[in-house]
Antibody
Framework: EVQLLESGGGLVQPGGSLRLSCAVS????????MSWVRQAPGKGLEWVSA????????SYADSVKGRFTFSRDNSKNTLYLEMNSLRAEDTAIYYC??????????????WGQGTMVNVSS | SYVLTQPPSVSVAPGQTARISCGGN??????VNWYQQKPGQAPVLVIY???DRPSGIPERFSGSNSGNTATLTISRVEAGDEADYYC???????????FGGGTKLTVL
C-alpha cells in the first residue's frame, strides 16, 4: 500500500526557516513525479513545487521560488521541502503528493495527511 | 500564468445531478483532474485525464472537457458527496500544476 507521511511542521517566526519531510512507503521514487501542495486556513489548494521522477528537474510556484527548495533522499525514501525567509502568508497545511502519468496526463494521485506550518511572531 | 475559474458554490438535492464547471483558456486541449476534499481531510483524486476514475471512485462521478470548459458531473448525488471540489491542470510552459479556486457542493 502506498503511504505518504509528512512531518516537520510547527510554529516559526517571520523570516525563519523550517524543513518539512515526507516519508514514503509502498513504492520507489523512480518514475513518479512528486509534488508539494499547500492550503491556507479556510482557503483553496495551492501547488507549491514538483520534482520529476528521476529527481533531476524541479519547478516552483512563483510565490515560493527562491525561498523554498525541494529535495529527496533515495536511501531514506524521504522527500524534503526546505523553507526559508518564511512569511505570514506561508501559513498553511502542507501536503506531499505522488503523481501518476506525465505532462497533460499527470495527476496528483496519492496524498499524505499534511503537516501544519504557522508563521507568526 | 494559466487561470482556472470555478463557481464558489453549487447546491443540489439528494438523488439529483450536480454539475461543477471549470473554465480556462482552451482547457479542452489539456488533461483535467478533479479532487474531492471533505472537511479536515486530504484531497482525493476522483477524475483524471478528463474522464478516467481511479480505483474505488463510484461510476456516479464523470468528467467532460471541451472548448473553454471542463465539467465534473455527479449523478444520483448522496449526502456523502458534500465536499469541496477542485479542478487542476498541468501548465506545459512552466511545468506548474494549476488549481481552480474550488467549489463547495452542498447537498440540500
Amino acid at each position: 500500500e502506498v503511504q505518504l507521511l509528512e512531518s516537520g511542521g510547527g510554529l516559526v517566526q517571520p523570516g525563519g526557516s523550517l524543513r518539512l519531510s515526507c516519508a514514503v512507503s509502498g513504492f520507489t521514487f523512480g518514475g513518479y513525479a512528486m509534488s508539494w501542495v499547500r492550503q491556507a486556513p479556510g482557503k483553496g489548494l495551492e501547488w507549491v513545487s514538483a520534482m520529476s521522477g528521476i529527481g533531476t528537474t524541479t519547478s516552483y510556484a512563483d510565490s515560493v521560488k527562491g525561498r523554498f527548495t525541494f529535495s529527496r533522499d533515495n536511501s531514506k525514501n524521504t522527500l524534503y521541502l526546505e523553507m526559508n525567509s518564511l512569511r505570514a502568508e506561508d501559513t498553511a497545511i502542507y501536503y506531499c503528493a505522488k503523481e501518476r502519468g506525465y505532462g497533460d496526463f499527470s495527476a496528483l494521485h496519492i496524498w499524505g495527511q499534511g503537516t501544519m506550518v504557522n508563521v507568526s511572531s | 500564468s494559466y487561470v482556472l475559474t470555478q463557481p464558489p458554490s453549487v447546491s443540489v438535492a439528494p438523488g439529483q445531478t450536480a454539475r461543477i464547471s471549470c473554465g480556462g483558456n482552451n482547457i479542452g486541449s489539456k488533461g483535467v483532474n478533479w479532487y474531492q476534499q471533505k472537511p479536515g481531510q486530504a484531497p482525493v483524486l476522483v477524475i483524471y485525464s478528463h474522464t478516467d476514475r481511479p480505483s474505488g471512485i463510484p461510476e456516479r462521478f464523470s468528467g467532460s472537457n471541451s472548448g473553454n470548459t471542463a465539467t465534473l458531473t455527479i449523478s444520483r448525488v448522496e449526502a456523502g458527496d458534500e465536499a469541496d471540489y477542485y479542478c487542476q491542470v498541468w501548465h506545459s510552459y512552466t511545468d506548474h500544476r494549476v488549481f481552480g479556486g474550488g467549489t463547495k457542493l452542498t447537498v440540500l
